[in-house]
């Protein structure tokens, strides 16, 4: 919402956090020294620094933020998104719930915008070119907008889950190579014994497994979609009628026991039993209907998302290098079981396990390569692929 500063006065009455600008009698003044470190921070991050960069110069320079502390990237990043240095007020920012404390307004209350309220620092097209950059290395970087509490910086953050102690995995670096480790295992190994993994493990992990589901596309996806459809469209509709039917047959006979207790044919307590029975009856039909409603409205979603994963093993491709896009679009979490194993939790419900590599194992000869570790002479091997051939000449190739 746009307004002016006749309308709404006492809006300008705000506390800056920031560098530069300072309120003085209700008018907001530049104070010159240090809107020269905001024009140096907007000039800096246009010409490609980042803001740990820009954050790092800061502090070798010796400049402290207002309050005196270091700067950091987090701090680097709220001046840039500061509408504020443009000249332009934009008024409740943040809010109180009723236990006083303070949130992010993210759409629950309406922002107020004061177009030209004071003399700018940064000017409009700049301001716009910085907010462009900010959401493309957003997008680089796989961090999550809107969440001041927490960002997704990483791709596998908040995605690595210790099947051990239930902790979330952090991310570290190391010389030569970027690992994950357990938080509580960080801290101290007697809370937690699984060890950190390297990052290109988990990434092999996700190639052999997305190369697996392509081999065995029609001995594996093919019949389980087929079966996923088959009970949408036939066990739930079958049982709801039954279902109804039932209900039907217990008002009736609430309708018959009333008829009998007007005619003075059954007592009372007799009627209040037989009655309480029904309705309670009912009651359990009830709730099994909701839940096969709740379980119609999850299978058809598995559904759809089983056949978006079939769509792509369809293709055909093997992946030999990691495609964040794909991880992205079909891994829900991971569950770290220990430095050697994960299981991988798809969006569609499969909870598949694999082994950590130091490379993807995965290729067009994976499944005869498992025949030859499985049988030694190559007679053995002849006749296990010739028993195979009816119901798994699709998935050997």
Request: aromatic content about 10%; glycine content about 4%.
């Amino acid at each position: 919402m746009i307004i002016n500063d006749h309308i709404y006065p006492i809006l300008i009455k705000i506390f800056y956090q920031k560098l530069s600008i300072i309120d003085t009698s209700s008018n907001l003044v530049i104070k010159p020294s240090e809107a020269k470190i905001i024009k140096q921070i907007f000039t800096s991050f246009l010409q490609g620094q980042s803001t740990g960069h820009i954050a790092k110069q800061l502090n070798t320079q010796q400049i402290q933020t207002q309050r005196g502390h270091h700067w950091w990237s987090s701090t680097i990043i709220n001046i840039l998104r500061n509408i504020n240095y443009t000249g332009d007020m934009l008024c409740q920012k943040t809010y109180r719930d009723d236990q006083y404390h303070r949130h992010f307004n993210q759409g629950e209350l309406a922002q107020y915008l004061i177009e030209d309220h004071h003399k700018g620092i940064i000017n409009h097209h700049d301001f716009n070119q910085v907010q462009d950059r900010l959401k493309q290395v957003a997008q680089e970087r796989h961090i999550e907008s809107g969440n001041h509490k927490y960002q997704q910086h990483y791709l596998f953050t908040g995605k690595l889950i210790c099947d051990y102690c239930g902790s979330a995995f952090k991310r570290q670096t190391r010389p030569n190579k970027t690992c994950w480790a357990c938080q509580k295992h960080l801290h101290s190994a007697k809370l937690c014994p699984v060890r950190a993994i390297p990052e290109e493990w988990i990434q092999n992990a996700f190639c052999n497994m997305m190369n697996k589901l392509t081999f065995s596309k029609k001995f594996l996806m093919l019949p389980l979609v087929q079966q996923l459809r088959d009970n949408l469209i036939n066990d739930p509709a079958g049982k709801l009628s039954q279902f109804a039917k039932q209900i039907k047959e217990n008002d009736d006979k609430a309708e018959t026991l009333n008829k009998l207790l007007q005619a003075g044919l059954i007592d009372q307590s007799l009627y209040i039993n037989q009655t309480a029975e029904l309705e309670q009856s009912t009651y359990q039909i009830q709730q099994r209907i909701k839940q096969i409603n709740s379980n119609h409205t999850d299978d058809a979603n598995n559904l759809e998302d089983f056949r978006e994963l079939l769509r792509w093993c369809q293709q055909g491709q093997l992946l030999t290098r990691f495609d964040p896009k794909l991880f992205q679009t079909y891994v829900r979490s991971v569950k770290i079981l220990n430095q050697y194993e994960i299981t991988f939790q798809l969006k569609c419900g499969l909870n598949l396990e694999e082994h950590l590599a130091k490379k993807a194992m995965v290729n067009e000869h994976f499944y005869r390569d498992i025949i030859h570790q499985r049988f030694n002479e190559p007679i053995k091997q002849a006749e296990y692929l010739y028993s195979t051939i009816k119901s798994e000449v699709d998935l050997i190739g």
